[in-house]
C-alpha cells in the first residue's frame, strides 16, 4: 500500500462513486478504479462493496478508513515538520503546562526566542496532564507528570519540595494545630498533582496521612491565593513565585512530598529549529538538562 493509494481510497469512501471521487481528485475514473484494485490487491480482501445506491464499505474498509485516516494525517505532520528541519526557527512553537508557576528563567527563555526570530508564535496550552497534548497538539510539555511517555524523553527542570503553609493572618484568629493529627479540626487546601491523591499527605516516614480538603486545585496560585487570604492551611509546591514572606511552614519534620518539573520532547520534533532554538536558550536561562531521565 501507498499513501496515494490511501488517499484514493478515502476520497473514493467519502464520495462514494467513482466519478464523483474522481472529480474531487481532478483525476480520471479509470485511475481512481485502478488504484483501489492495486489496494484490494495488496490487502487482499474486499474493501468497497458495489451497491446500487453507491459503494459501500465493508468491514475490512470500515477498519481502514479510521485508522487510514490518522496514518495519512501523521504522514502530513511529518512532512511539514521535515521540511522545517534545516530552515530557521519559525510557525507556531506550542507548549502545553500547567496551571503552576513556571521555573526561573522560563518567561526569559520565551522573551529571547521570539526577539531572535520575530516570525516564531508561541502558544501556551493549559493541561492538568500536558503529556497527553504531545505530539499530536503540542510539541513541549512542562509538566509535574511522574512518567514520561513513549518516544519523548525528558529533561530535568528541577525538584520542588511541597510544604503545608499558613498565612499570619489564619494563625492570628485561629489557634494552629499542635499535632498533626489536629490538622483534621482545621480547613485545608490541597494542589492537585497529576498522578498523586489529594486526600492524603505524604509523611517522611513512608506514612500517609489521611485528610479531607475542603479545597482542591490543578493550579497552585490558587492554593496561594486561600492561603494568602487567611482562609486556611495549604499544602503546595514551594516554588519561588508561591513563597510568600507571610507564610510558615507547618510539621517540616514530619510532612514531606516533592515534585520534579520537567520538560518533555517528543524524538520525531526533536530535530525542529525552534525546538533546538529553545532549548538552548532555555540551558541558559534555566540550568536545563542537568540530567536526562531515561526513556520510557
Not at 493509494?5 to 483525476?27: K, Y
Not at 499535632?179 to 480547613?187: C, G, K, V
Request: charged letters at 25%.
Amino acid at each position: 500500500m501507498d499513501f496515494e493509494q490511501l488517499r484514493i481510497f478515502i476520497v473514493l469512501a467519502e464520495e462514494r462513486t467513482f466519478l464523483g471521487a474522481a472529480n474531487q481528485l481532478s483525476t480520471s475514473r479509470s485511475r481512481v478504479r485502478r488504484k483501489l484494485d492495486q489496494l484490494e490487491a495488496n490487502a487482499g480482501t474486499t474493501l468497497l462493496r458495489r451497491e446500487p445506491g453507491g459503494l459501500i464499505l465493508t468491514p475490512a474498509g470500515t477498519t481502514l478508513m479510521r485508522r487510514g485516516r490518522s496514518l495519512l494525517s501523521d504522514a502530513d505532520e511529518l512532512i511539514s515538520h521535515v521540511r522545517d528541519v534545516g530552515t530557521q526557527p519559525s510557525g507556531v512553537l506550542k507548549i502545553a503546562l500547567s496551571r503552576t508557576p513556571t521555573p526561573p528563567g522560563w518567561e526569559e527563555t520565551c522573551r529571547l526566542i521570539q526577539s531572535e526570530h520575530e516570525a516564531l508564535r508561541i502558544d501556551f496550552q493549559y493541561s492538568i496532564k500536558p503529556n497527553t497534548r504531545i505530539p499530536a497538539e503540542a510539541e513541549l510539555a512542562l509538566t509535574f507528570e511522574d512518567a514520561v511517555p513513549s518516544g519523548c524523553r525528558a529533561l530535568e527542570m528541577g525538584e520542588i519540595p511541597c510544604r503545608l503553609f499558613v498565612n499570619d493572618a489564619y494563625r492570628l484568629r485561629t489557634p494552629l494545630p499542635a499535632e498533626l493529627s489536629d490538622l483534621r479540626a482545621h480547613r485545608l487546601a490541597v494542589w492537585r498533582h497529576p498522578d498523586r491523591p489529594t486526600d492524603a499527605l505524604p509523611l517522611r516516614d513512608g506514612r500517609q496521612f489521611a485528610i479531607d480538603p475542603c479545597l482542591v486545585s490543578d493550579d497552585a496560585a490558587d492554593i496561594h491565593r486561600a492561603v494568602a487570604a487567611g482562609d486556611c492551611i495549604g499544602y503546595l509546591p514551594a516554588l519561588p513565585k508561591l513563597v510568600d514572606p507571610a507564610f510558615k511552614i507547618l510539621f517540616e519534620d514530619e510532612v514531606s512530598g516533592a515534585v520534579q518539573q520537567r520538560l518533555v520532547i517528543p524524538h520525531i520534533l526533536a530535530d525542529l529549529p525552534r525546538i533546538v532554538r529553545f532549548l538552548e536558550i532555555c540551558a541558559s536561562q534555566t540550568g536545563l538538562g542537568r540530567s536526562d531521565s531515561p526513556l520510557a
